[in-house]
């Protein structure tokens, strides 16, 4: 995979970053939700500390990672369930084709 030079900007700091060529697309629509975010939190809130508002971005953002995957997590368990019953029940229909044959 080829690596890019690419400069991002968050909460007014530029930040120069290396990275996959794949991943460039990926990173800046990050960086776009997090300055959202930011702009978010400092027009509805009275946070005079970048910090604080970057903190909260984060907490926000990773809170809102957590719960997709729990979700996900929570989907796909209830999938292997789902699979392991169909296999089981062709497990037992094809039990049942043998004893008919015999």
Known sequence: ???????????????????????????????????????????????????????????QLVAEQYKKANAAEGELSHLKKLFSSVEHMLEQHMQDIKNINE
Do not use: H
């Not at 995979?1 to 970053?17: D, T, W, Y």
């Not at 009275?46 to 984060?58: F, S």
């Open 1 to 59: 995979m080829s690596e890019v030079n690419i400069k991002v900007e968050i909460a007014g700091s530029i930040f120069p970053l290396k990275v996959n060529a794949d991943d460039e697309q990926n990173i800046k629509e990050a960086v776009s939700l997090i300055n959202t975010k930011i702009a978010e939190f400092e027009k509805n809130y009275a946070i005079k500390d970048r910090k604080d508002v970057l903190t909260m971005v984060m907490l």
